[in-house]
């Protein structure tokens, strides 16, 4: 059909379970951007009959695009080429340009050259080479109305190979329908029934338009798709504007947006810097505000004091308070925001301290309690959660929840009533 | 096959690219742990047709097992039930002991009851049940050979339901070979040629024993399966014993070991304490230190000092040193090392420092140039690093480095000879 792709990926370590195939969630994504839907994804060994039968297989059912992906380099495990040849009933053809190509890369990057490399200077007959990203070349064959495309299993050699070579190609040749507009409207501390709740008054199913909620340790985001035309794009302006202003301060941005960095982007308007005091998040918070470039323009530092010595020595936490109320208290969490806004001379700063388990709870103070402090213009607000879920996850959402209550002291409250909101964990 | 299995997923969710899929890696790893081989793992969309078709063709193959996972809830879009049914040309049942489970379970937890949720109490006739770990029950139905086997695409009810359920029965029919035993050698600052190289001389193809190497940014790992007989067992051994012979200080741990928390191993055995100063990886050396439960033992803190002005003022870097030098130098990773170690009077320290892109490089300091300090029994040591890849990769790497650094340190030298090998980027 004229909208449909296909996927093949050859590869025992992926049906071993030795790696997880991002390979698919890529392409997938990258085709619906196309208005291009993915029905078939298939891994399967590396057997030259079953892969054969495979691009048969989804032949039969003619998708306008076939993607294969991996089984192009130079061992014996590599049978891409020789399966699509199978599959078509055509023979092999040497490319001497492309083995000229593989040999000067191999003299370029001093590698030694092994005869087994002039495999990938061969495809099935009436192929057309794409250009090496890695050390094999990729191809594409056309037959019966569909466009194969035979791309490496490297996920970075993949997407150089698809962003420079395989998107422009379908883009030009209109392979998909419309095309769809996506927009990913990102949000933190909302669950999903919270959010079908006060999104409820949306008429999201009417014309053409999608709309869809994924859960993951980023927070809700809420997918809007629409069908790449003009009132389809008006549509999901719209209810992106509608979205944003039922959701208020919950939502930190679009698409590829990170809360750390939009947090940063908010800072850097305000002139304002930041520092970090954590104790159960060891450093997740400020690995969290410098995964963004150019973050040094105002994260300062941060302190990650593990021990009460450390918290009373560098962040300054009254000894006596730490044992009155217990490090994983709101008290220490307000001392240790304090401390570190302090010790590095910012304007802003932020604080954890919780029990991130497995061991270490009790019933005064479980697993998964957590207290975020922030300063933000000589106020502190501390807020408690009560977070489910694994060490990693508690101490994964406990960074940002922490960055996003500075988040959201940093927004202007008056224009985003939502930020009040109490934080749901 | 006696001792293959085939795997179908559904859910437009995998094929749009919102979910990478971990239920196949998970499964396949496994069943292989089973002596079964997966041979086809295909993610197919929400169609009812073009699953019983999926499953059909998977039949047509004769797997001991195939496993469906995902389309066991309520919705429309739900519908590996009626897929399976059509699949074998059976009807489907009603079943009054799975609705009371749903019931009661909805009441326990005060969902609200819909008249969807009894769609979840039908089975393809003669199909047995599987006990719910959330909301849907799974089922086995056999015929032909193969045991069909319908899991919920949730990732937790899945493996609930596998390790429960699924594993026991299929241990117990005894449908794969004899089992693999399976062993994965972690290293660490090795690459795959130079760890070919290194081990060529095993050999390591004979008596049913399998080698292959894996890169991640954990390192390589090198797992190693033979069949679990007990001179395959034998054999799995020997060759482990060979591999961290040859390979020395670089083999950090085996199977889901974490290079962090190897190191904290070696520190609490000689009763040591760490602790970090970091620039350039912003908190993660920290973070990955602090991964492990029970790091507050030997991890005391860290600071992050992301300017030169908190470098000065925390680690005690001489102000001259940091003109003289610059930030990212030799000098200045020993310094914040030996600062880090004063600051929280811990035995041993590691520090960072380095660009870590996208911008900030220069002809003499480019991106990816990284020092990595340690101080371990008064002695600083400090490595230099040429690091490729993204921002991201960079600072996982370094950090993942300067743990390693100390790790390597903490062993005796004289017992590992491969501990003084530099590291290889």
């Known amino acids: 059909m004229q909208n449909t792709a296909e996927m093949i990926f050859t590869g025992d370590e992926l049906l071993r379970g030795d790696i997880v195939n991002t390979n698919q969630s890529y392409l997938g994504e990258k085709l619906l951007d196309l208005g291009i839907f993915a029905t078939h994804a298939l891994c399967v060994a590396d057997d030259r009959a079953a892969i054969t039968k495979a691009i048969g297989d989804s032949l039969g059912r003619q998708p306008a695009v076939l993607i294969l992906s991996g089984g192009l380099g130079p061992t014996e495990d590599d049978l891409t080429r020789e399966a699509t040849a199978d599959a078509f009933g055509l023979g092999l053809v040497d490319h001497p340009e492309l083995l000229e190509a593989i040999r000067t890369l191999f003299k370029d990057r001093g590698f030694v050259w092994s005869e087994n490399n002039r495999k990938q200077a061969t495809l099935p007959d009436g192929a057309i080479a794409i250009p090496m990203r890695g050390t094999a070349p990729g191809f594409y064959l056309e037959a019966g109305g569909t466009l194969v495309v035979a791309l490496p299993g490297v996920p970075r050699e993949l997407k150089e190979m698809w962003t420079g070579d395989v998107e422009p190609l379908l883009r030009e040749r209109r392979l998909g329908t419309e095309g769809f507009a996506v927009r990913r409207v990102r949000t933190f501390g909302l669950g999903e029934s919270r959010a079908a709740d006060m999104l409820s008054g949306l008429e999201w199913r009417g014309a053409g338009m999608d709309i869809g909620t994924r859960a993951s340790k980023d927070g809700l985001t809420i997918i809007l798709r629409a069908v790449a035309t003009p009132q389809g794009v008006l549509l999901l302006e719209q209810t992106e504007a509608r979205i ?33 005091g954590e104790s159960c998040t060891g450093g997740l918070v400020a690995k969290r505000f410098t995964d963004a470039p150019g973050s040094s323009d105002y994260f300062l530092g941060g302190v990650v004091t593990y021990s009460n010595g450390a918290k009373s020595k560098l962040l300054g936490v009254d000894e006596a308070l730490l044992a009155a109320k217990g490090a994983v208290s709101s008290e220490v969490a307000a001392a240790m925001a304090e401390g570190a806004r302090s010790l590095f001379g910012t304007g802003c700063a932020v604080s954890t301290t919780g029990v991130a388990g497995p061991g270490g709870g009790s019933a005064q103070k479980p697993v998964g ?57």
């Open 244 to 276: 944003r202003e039922i959701l208020g301060g919950r939502v930190y941005g679009v698409d590829d947006d990170d809360l750390a960095a939009a947090t940063g982007k908010l800072l850097r308007r305000a002139g304002l810097t930041v520092s970090s």
């Open 369 to 425: 309690l957590v207290f975020i402090g922030s300063v933000v213009a000589g106020v502190t607000v501390v807020e408690e959660l009560h977070l489910p879920g694994t060490r990693e996850e508690i101490r994964y959402r406990s960074a940002q929840a922490a960055i996003d209550l500075l988040r959201r002291r940093l927004l202007r409250p008056s224009q985003n009533p939502a930020a009040r909101l109490p934080l749901s964990a």
